[in-house]
């Protein structure tokens, strides 16, 4: 059942409803209907699946904790904030939630119009997964934290991936998004690297629109254009 609480990630205080995956390594959540067709370079999808090892599928559930290498050259939309081992049956929570109204959708409507000004964009939907101080697969005490955050507003979507405390892990991750047949894919400087966590993760310290700990992307279309780099 819906539950309300105040949360406190990545800076942000929100007070929210939300849903509680269920705590189970390697699980997934239902399907999640969504509020508001989201459109995925070219295809438009009204369902979703927050996976636990965490990333996003939209056709089916997916239980893979062995991230691939993009691109996959698959038969699969994902998007993967930080794919890897996880597990909360043993420590911390995942959570989603979507909204069509509200201040959380003109904080999204005011960040986006700052990194992509040319757009007028007004989001009428956001969709949130949070994955909140979830432990690595056989190291119960570890606790990782990061987001990803779709919106639309009926013309342009975007992801957004927000990233907290990452606690080190020799484990690979690969972080980015995929599609079908990999026509679009992008991987996070980082990935499969020994600095995607810890202290000094890219993941946490860099951005590709100068905010750290943050990277956002325009996924309607194909990629030409879509992804504004950091100048830095």
């Not at 994902?78 to 911390?92: K, M, R, Y």
């Not at 409507?109 to 969709?127: C, G, H, R, V």
Request: net charge negative; charged share 10%; with cysteine.
């Amino acid at each position: 059942t819906p539950n309300n609480s105040s949360i406190t990630l990545l800076s942000l205080t929100f007070s929210i409803f939300f849903m509680n995956c269920s705590h189970s390594d390697d699980g997934s959540s239902p399907q999640i209907l969504l509020l508001h067709p989201f459109v995925y370079f070219g295809r438009s999808y009204s369902q979703i699946y927050v996976n636990h090892n965490g990333h996003l599928t939209f056709e089916a559930p997916w239980s893979s904790y062995v991230p691939q290498r993009f691109p996959m050259n698959g038969t699969r939309d994902i998007i993967a904030p930080f794919w890897t081992d996880l597990n909360n049956a043993v420590n911390g929570d995942i959570y989603y939630a979507q909204f069509t109204s509200g201040h959380l959708l003109q904080q999204v409507t005011q960040d986006i119009n700052e990194y992509f000004p040319y757009l007028k964009f007004s989001a009428k939907w956001i969709f949130m997964a949070t994955w909140y101080g979830v432990a690595y697969f056989s190291n119960p005490g570890s606790q990782t934290t990061f987001q990803a955050v779709l919106t639309t507003d009926g013309k342009d979507s975007f992801v957004l991936m927000n990233y907290g405390n990452l606690d080190p892990t020799s484990r690979s991750i690969q972080a980015g998004y995929d599609t079908i047949n990999s026509t679009e894919y992008f991987i996070l400087p980082g990935s499969f690297s020994s600095n995607a966590t810890g202290n000094n993760s890219v993941f946490s310290h860099n951005s590709n629109i100068n905010v750290p700990g943050r990277w956002v992307f325009r996924v309607t279309h194909g990629s030409a254009g879509m992804t504004r780099l950091s100048d830095s």
